[in-house]
């Protein structure tokens, strides 16, 4: 007996699309819980070899034993190198507690854990990355591209008066978001470029741009037109977060920041908070870009203003190796890491710390 269904080409397709939606999240959800899994089980090994090593007296030459060993008993097990093993005892030495290893730890995949125990020293910043690689989805050669570029120091030490301008919230959020120098060497622009050609490039590489931005940012438009009684002004860029819910506006200089400009950024905020913004949104914010900067004179020229301003700064250098300049991250990029997980806890490209 017919159900009275009709099976047409639309609704079967939004039953395939929703199947596959459903079967690629289960597929996530169960690579992320073998990355725990793993991560825990490598801490765990890592944690017995220094006991061993430590109470013992077991030399260095344990590990070349053990992965023999460990090889034999699980021969289709890739993960029980004498250089993973080594990383294991690193990352035991590394983070000491359990719970930060469950927390953060063994929420980023191998490969990315042993890029910041080779190239950081200090375990506030190996968890400060690893928390933005979990925020971000970095693969592992945009961290290190990060890492390189010293984001860490960079981020939230822009001169602003957000403490003045913004609630509390507000205000110690958009603090934390921007960054005191943006790293712009992705546009292969001389030291010399015009305002004009640093917009367009920017422009032209947008994705990179907002990657260095950060999450959250989403692009509105470059020379965007405002009217007020009849006169035209044009927004270098403007662009609406999602996290702090408003418009962010940036303007593009290629000088030393000088206290005028802090006037035209502040006409600008006005205006669009009184044309474009809505009831919900919160105040919108503007930020300078510029070459360079003198503290003082960024403050004197941002102090008595009622509107959100802060000054940041950009780097240009030599262009990056091709290999970086192609491993920006998207979604599908994220899913298709997380999938092939187990991948990760092959042997590393590079040596591992040493012991």
Partial sequence: MGTGFELTSDNYEDFLTGLKARIRQAQVKAALAVNRELILLYWQIGQDILQRQSEAGWGAKVIDRLARDLKTEFPNMKGFSPRNLKYMRALAEAYPEEQIVLR?????????NQSLLNKLESQ???LWYAQKVTE?????????????????????????????????????LAQSLLKSEYN???????????????EQALVSHMQKFLLELGVG????????????????????????????????????????????????????????DDHLRHSDDQPTIGIVLCRSRKQSIVHYALRGMSQPIGVSTYELGAPLPEAVQQSLPSVEQLQMEIESVAAEFEEGDSAPPES
């Fill in 104 to 112: 953060v730890i063994a929420q980023i995949p191998w490969g990315h």
């Fill in 124 to 126: 506030e910043q190996r």
């Fill in 136 to 172: 971000n989805g970095w693969n592992r050669n945009t961290l290190e591209l990060q890492i390189k570029s010293d984001l860490f120091s960079r981020q939230g030490v822009a001169l602003t008066n957000f403490e003045q301008t913004l609630p509390a919230p507000q205000s110690d």
């Fill in 184 to 198: 712009l060497e992705f546009l292969e622009l001389q030291e010399k470029a015009h305002e004009r050609e640093l």
């Fill in 217 to 272: 940012f989403s692009f509105m438009g470059h020379q965007y037109r405002l009217e007020v009684e009849g006169d035209e002004f044009f927004v270098d860029l403007l662009f609406y977060h999602v996290r702090l819910r408003c418009y962010v506006v940036i303007e593009l200089k290629t000088t030393e920041f000088r206290p005028e400009f802090s006037g035209q950024i502040n006409f600008y905020v006005n205006v669009i």
